[in-house]
């Protein structure tokens, strides 16, 4: 396997304390030297989640820091679409699977890519394995 679709809640468990787990570590380690896909909303949701986060003190600079050299060792390709593509595919998907659109266009790019998708949210998982995307696990 060379390519993973990465959602927002696995990189992000990257970068929480409270969040990290044997599991999220197992999934980091795994992933290290494979390609990482990401629709083009994920760099903006990682980044709203990051301010959200220090605004509330729940993220100190340093954490930010500390998780942002993480993504930048990470070989991350973001895979983007036309406006009119990316309505195309990725409405029907979250009509289907009762998704937001922001994770139906996960679901979306693997489905094109043919790619496992890593995700911690179990909506996401659940229309993974209707749709018959693998979920990636280490």
């Known amino acids: 396997m060379t390519a993973v679709v990465v959602d927002a809640s696995t990189a992000l468990a990257w970068c929480f304390p409270d969040e990290a787990n044997a599991v999220s570590d197992g999934i980091l380690f795994a992933l290290r030297g494979q390609t990482l896909m990401v629709p083009a909303i994920w760099s903006l949701e990682i980044a709203n989640t990051v301010l959200v986060a220090e605004r509330r003190g729940r993220l100190k600079p340093h954490q930010v820091q ?38 139906a266009a996960y679901l979306d790019l693997a489905v094109r890519q043919g790619a496992p998708l890593a995700t911690f949210d179990g909506r996401l ?14």
Not at 70 to 81: C, K, P, V
Not at 125 to 138: D, M, N
């Open 125 to 138: 998982q659940k229309a993974c394995r209707v749709a018959g995307v693998e979920i990636f696990a280490a």
């Open 66 to 103: 500390r998780f942002l050299e993480l993504l930048a060792e990470l070989n991350i390709t973001e895979q983007s679409q036309s406006v009119s593509d990316a309505v195309r595919t990725v409405l029907p998907l979250a009509h289907a699977h009762n998704l937001s659109a922001y994770d």
